[in-house]
């Protein structure tokens, strides 16, 4: 099993910067490919960013990329999501994932671990 808890959100003008963490915990993560996800209300759950194992392998869904970065540091079991030039869009709450499968496939369907997420707020 995989445990994750999201920090850093909270409410930044349009054009600001967050980053946000994910702290990770269990038998399970080195092996686990790591993710951001993110919900707006009324909208389904959107894949934004995936990580490999390693970190050397990375995906971005097209609305974010260039302005966030996705990393991990495996010595700290933790996953990063550096966000630039937020836009009121990007509002919405954060989550990260985990798997033990490909870091590409970012449809929520294909994620195993799930933290309770943090919310962002651009306006």
């Known amino acids: 099993h995989v445990q994750l808890v999201e920090s850093g959100g909270g409410s930044v003008q349009a054009g600001g910067s967050l980053r946000l963490s994910c702290a990770a915990s269990?038998?399970?993560?080195?092996?686990?490919?790591l993710a951001w996800f993110r919900q707006a209300p009324g909208k389904g759950r959107e894949g934004i960013a995936g990580?490999?194992?390693?970190?050397?392998?990375?995906a971005y869904a097209d609305s974010v990329k260039g302005r966030f970065t996705i990393s991990r540091d495996n010595a700290k079991k933790t996953m990063y999501l550096q966000m630039n030039s937020l836009k009121p869009e990007d509002t919405a709450m954060y989550y990260c994932?985990?798997?033990?499968?490909?870091?590409?496939?970012?449809?929520?369907?294909?994620?195993?671990?799930w933290g309770q997420g943090t919310q962002v707020t651009v306006s």
């Open positions: 990580i490999s194992t390693s970190g050397t392998g990375t």
């Open positions: 269990g038998d399970r993560y080195s092996g686990s490919s």
């Open positions: 994932a985990a798997n033990g499968g490909a870091y590409w496939r970012l449809s929520p369907s294909d994620w195993n671990y």
